[in-house]
Structure formats: structure tokens, C-alpha cells
């Protein structure tokens, strides 16, 4: 089976490594020259609207899936012509902007902060009237990694700061003074069925994931299966959906979708017995989903803007080096390591280890 | 890092999916057109003995190493010029000749079946009478899965069969009434550290590796790591071994070593904390060795000629499939599944069930 995938960076390249063993091929529609995933598959390098190497792409392959959930609809629209495309337009659509993603949560009646669309500084004023401050104003679409959204504490910082994101259509989201950050990994086969990954708690520096932790037997593991199930199914959804909440109050808040594999969900290449590539592509296919069983204790830490030394990094015991062939660049996903342990004490001291090679 | 690797079949293709995420690029020199490892990196095809190409291949990479012990003397010999080549020219030279490996193995005090250097018919009748019947005559290169040899039974087996095997210099082993085939793989540093995965037991049909089970606190574990560890010292080895032996009354004889990743590892993707792959990846870059301890209950079954439905195997609870991307072919390995468990019971029934994918 050969699979399309718009978009050629980490994501795409761990599906491949994670595909080929299903005896899948893979070609990547990317404009960058230099797309990580374009070692291991095809890469068609031209712009996600450029419909000659759109239709080339969708002539080679039997499906197309993304690795990115900012694709502009048209592509989408145009690829689903002539192939199957997962997850759906209708899924994107949806996931690629906060006003639609929020509203959906609310009418599934899943808790959210409070939020507003604003599409002027006069409904910004109106809306931090009505929420209060502190909020935080999103830009609706291509957010990503803490970038196209600012916080506001004071008055002072509310003045033109629809001018400061650009004039864009934002939503204002009320701040929740959240306890704990966490993802529910999902995947939904073709025929509905549903699988989750444990609950995954995540820490975020300057707007950017840094270290995820696979929970065991999590007191709110039921809630959060209930509301992403919700969504998985409003949406008739097919593949890998990353949910992210807010732990507030002992409860759950939504905070966001993302509609493909998720960072928080790398641990489960070592730590999980079917990771979420493979599951993924598995619901894709249509083939039956996998374990989404935790072997172990696991942890992910995100490298940023570098790797360290390579030799250090893998003398670390059960580490696991995942390192996406990028330039490095601060501010920019570079790599991660997976860490597996038998135990929580010993993982704890292992996710030490590889903070102090991270800071040094 | 730039990894060059002689031969593009599923090894190569194996150590590629380890070693991408180590950061590493892969460049294979093989003469198919259909090597299935060239999906994961370059490709350049030419014949092993090819200079033009192999000096193409050592000006791109940082290091060489091999996927099958049957390359020429001289093509190792020719690289060795520009680039390091792991493991080394010597350790090739005896895995390639079952008389220089057996003699080796006698040499270090291992125990090996009885075995005589067989030149000529005369040779054949004359080790006939000296060592008896059953015993096995095998051309002393390029044998593999049970080709390049012949079992002789009675008197009559033997007229003749040393033109039956092409009257190219062979040994006479023979017969040993083992109980059970084991392996040992191995992995030694460029500094000479070495660890052991724990001991294997193996099903072959056919002369066919069929089925291989990790074993848990086998008796003959450090006697086995015992020989080996004389085996990897003595070439001064660099890389993954691989070490087979029959049971014998409760000990070991040496039956075959392989210089490289070998069929009887391949559990370790899933079933061990680092894989063969990612080891022998290690060890030739120079890199700190990875635990080879097992992650619960692993067992490997080989898809001969052509894999089963994608469908039936993943749909077999833990079982990972490995799909060669090869075309199917009676008797050619074409791909295998991975089963791991928590414990041997559940291990031994997911094995049946794979089985029973086989024979349908």
C-alpha cells in the first residue's frame, strides 16, 4: 500500500519508519527542500496548493493523510477527487480553527474556558469586558508551539493587540487556572472502532512541549475517553487525534485538537505495545487498530533547537534517541528521547539524566 | 553520521529503520534492482566486486559494514583503504569458511562436532570411515538456509556427493543427536565492551529458521557467553554477532557463527530494550552500547514465501508484522512477526495463532 502524506517533517518521517514494516511505501508532498521525512519515501517538493503536484501525488498512492492539520481546505477539497483522504475535510476544517474547535466542544457539552470570537479591537475590548482578565487572544488558524497568540494581564495590554496579531480573526479565551496539563491520545478505525492511550501529562516551556509523562490508572482516564470519544465521533473521525486539556478544579477543560499524531504521543514508539504511527496508518488503511497498552513507564523530552551529542544521549540507560535529521534552530523541534522503565522511581531518574544533558 | 552497507535486503533495510533515528543516513551497494533496503536510503547498484562503485560508496560514507558474510575478500580488503570497515576483514574471512570458523572454535576449546576438510571424493570416504554415519557434508562457503549441503544416512549417500555439491572444497560434520538448536547474539564495542541477549531457541524446517523464542534464565546462558565472549575477543570483534549451537546432553557445541544481524534477533525490535539493529549501529559508530535485557515475553515467526494477509496478522493481538517489501517467492524470507508478551502463556498462544495464519 502506498501512502500519500501532505507534509514531510518529523511526523511524516516517524509514520514512515513506522509504516514500512507494514510493507506501506510512502511519497511526502512538501515544498522544503530539505523535508526530514524524504529519506525514507518520495518527495514531491512543491506548495500544499500547487494542484499539478497535487494530482501527481494523488495518481501514485492509495490514500493521503497529513502530517499537519493547517492545510488549506482547497487542498483538500481537491486531493479527495481523486483518493481517499484521512482524516476527513470536515475533520480539518473543524480542527484548523479555534472558533470552530471551541464551539464544537461546547455544543458536545465538554467543558471549555470561556471564550469569544474577535475579528476587531472593539470586540476584543467587549469580550475582555465580558471575560476578564487575565485571557489569552489566538490567532483562529495557524497557531502553533505558543506562536500567533499573547497573553493579557493588564489593561494595558489589550490596547491593539488585534492590530499586533495581525488583524486576523482571534478568539479570546478566558485564562484557567489550571492545576496540570494533559493529552489523550486516540485512534478511530474506519468502522468506529476506538482505542486510547493512557492520559499523558505535559509540561510546556515558552509555549513549546518539553516533557510528557504516560500516566498510570489516571483518576480522570474515563472523563477524558468520554469527551474525545465525543468528538471522535461527531466527526465520523478516522486516525490519530491528540487531545489536549486543562486539569482544573479535578476536572477537565478543553483545550485543543490536533487531528494527526501528536508530540505527546511519541512516547509510545518504546513505551506503548502499537505506537501511535502505526496506529494511525493502521486506521488509515483500514486495517485493525493495535495495543495502545503501556509496556512499562514511559517518558518523552523534546529536544529544542538542538541534540545534544549523540554518544551522551544514548548512554543514558533506555534511552531511546529519535533525532529528526533537521538543522538545528532555536525555538525549533529537533528531536526527542523516549525513555522506558520498569518502574516510576527509575524513569524519574532517567528524565533527570537527560534534563541535565538538555541544559548543559 | 553516514552508515555504507554491502547488501540491501531486509538486514539493511532493518538497520536503516534502527539507525535513522540515531541521526544516521544510509547508502546500500547492491546489484538488485529490487533491493528492498534502498526504500530507506541510496542505492547504488553494482556488483560486490565493482571498484568504481565501491569507492563511490566509501567517498560517502563514514563507515562500512555488512549484512551477509559472503562478501569477497577483496572487496573488504579494497575498502578497508578508504574507510573503516566493520567488522573486520578477519572475522569475515573465518564466517565465510566453515573450516576456518570450525578449527577456530576447536582452537579456543569450544565444542564443535566432529568435522574433517573434505577436497576430493577420496577425502569424503576416507572422513566417512573416520567419523560415521549420519553426518553432514556442507560446502565450506556461500551455504545459507540449508543450501550448499547434504545429509548422508547410508553408504550410498555418499557416492558421488562430492560432485553433488559442485566438488568445491567442503567439510564433513558429524551428526550430533542435539536435543534443541540455540543462539547467542552478541554485540562488542570498538572499546571491546560486550553484552548478550539472552539465549534463543530456534525451530528451523527445511534447514529454514521457522520460529525463534527468547528464553527466560536458561541454564546454559554463561557458558554459552562464555564461548562466544572467546569467539568476539580472539577476532578482536566490532558489531553484532551472532552465535549458534546445538544442545547436547545438557552442554553446548558450536554449530555456526554469523558476522552480522541474524534471523534469530530480530524479536529484539520489540522484545528487547535495543534492538540488534540499533546495537550493531552502535558499536560500528563508535557509540555506548544499549540494554540488551528483555521487555517481557518475545518470540519470532518467519514468513517463507510470501507474508500472510496484512489484515489477519495485525489483527493477532501484540503481533508486530515486518514486512520485507520483497517480492514473494518460494523459499525466500519475505518477512516475519514479532509477538510480545507480558507472560510465556499468552506468548505461546499468539504463537499459534500466527502459526495457524501460516499453514492456511
Known amino acids: 500500500m502506498k501512502i500519500g502524506v501532505i507534509g514531510g517533517g518529523q511526523l511524516g518521517r516517524m509514520l514512515a519508519l513506522a509504516g514500512t514494516p507494514l510493507g506501506m511505501d510512502f511519497a511526502f508532498l512538501d ?36 502530517e499537519f492539520e493547517s492545510v488549506p481546505a482547497e487542498t483538500v477539497a481537491f ?31 465538554i467543558p471549555t474556558p470561556a471564550f469569544a470570537d474577535i475579528l476587531s479591537q472593539a470586540d476584543l475590548d467587549a469580550a475582555v469586558a465580558s471575560i476578564g482578565l487575565p485571557a489569552v487572544l489566538k490567532t483562529r ?38 492545576t496540570g496539563e494533559v493529552s489523550l491520545v486516540a485512534v478511530r478505525a474506519r468502522d468506529g472502532e476506538t482505542r486510547f492511550y493512557p492520559l ?11 516533557l510528557s509523562v ?49 508530540n505527546s504521543g511519541h512516547w509510545t514508539i518504546e513505551g506503548a505495545e502499537c505506537s501511535q504511527f502505526e496506529n494511525h496508518l493502521r486506521a488509515v488503511a483500514g486495517l485493525p487498530l493495535g495495543s495502545t497498552a503501556k509496556v512499562g513507564q514511559s517518558a518523552m523530552l523534546n ?35 523516549t525513555l522506558r522503565s520498569n518502574d516510576m522511581a527509575t524513569l524519574k ?3 533527570a539524566e537527560v534534563e541535565a544533558l538538555i541544559s548543559n
Open 31 to 66: 515544498p522544503a527542500p530539505d523535508a526530514c521525512a524524504a529519506a525514507l519515501g518520495k518527495h514531491l517538493r512543491a506548495d500544499y496548493g500547487d494542484q499539478e503536484h497535487l494530482r501527481q501525488l494523488a495518481d501514485q498512492v492509495d490514500l493521503v493523510t497529513f
Open 200 to 210: 499523558v501529562h505535559n509540561t510546556h516551556e515558552s509555549g513549546i512541549l518539553r
Open 349 to 351: 531518574a532517567r528524565i
Open 79 to 109: 486531493l479527495s477527487q481523486f483518493v481517499p483522504v484521512y482524516p476527513s475535510a470536515e475533520a480539518l476544517r473543524i480542527a484548523r480553527d479555534r472558533l470552530f474547535e471551541k464551539s464544537m466542544f461546547r455544543d458536545l457539552g
Open 141 to 178: 488558524t495557524l497557531g502553533y508551539d505558543g506562536k500567533g497568540q499573547k497573553v493579557l494581564r493588564t489593561p494595558e495590554d489589550v490596547v491593539g493587540t488585534f492590530a499586533e496579531l495581525g488583524s486576523v480573526p482571534c478568539l479570546l479565551e478566558g485564562f484557567v487556572p489550571f
Open 214 to 262: 504516560a500516566s498510570e490508572g489516571h483518576p480522570l482516564q474515563s472523563l477524558a475517553e468520554d469527551y474525545v470519544g465525543r468528538v471522535l465521533k461527531q466527526l465520523d473521525y478516522v486516525g490519530v487525534m491528540a487531545f489536549e486539556f486543562f486539569e482544573v478544579d479535578g476536572g477537565l477543560k478543553a483545550n485543543e485538537i490536533a487531528p494527526r499524531v501528536h
Open 303 to 337: 529536544f529544542i533547537g538542538e541534540v545534544p551529542a549523540v554518544e551522551q544521549v544514548v548512554a543514558i540507560d533506555d534511552c531511546h534517541l529519535h533525532h529528526y535529521g533537521k538543522a538545528f534552530k532555536a525555538g525549533r523541534k529537533v528531536g526527542h528521547a
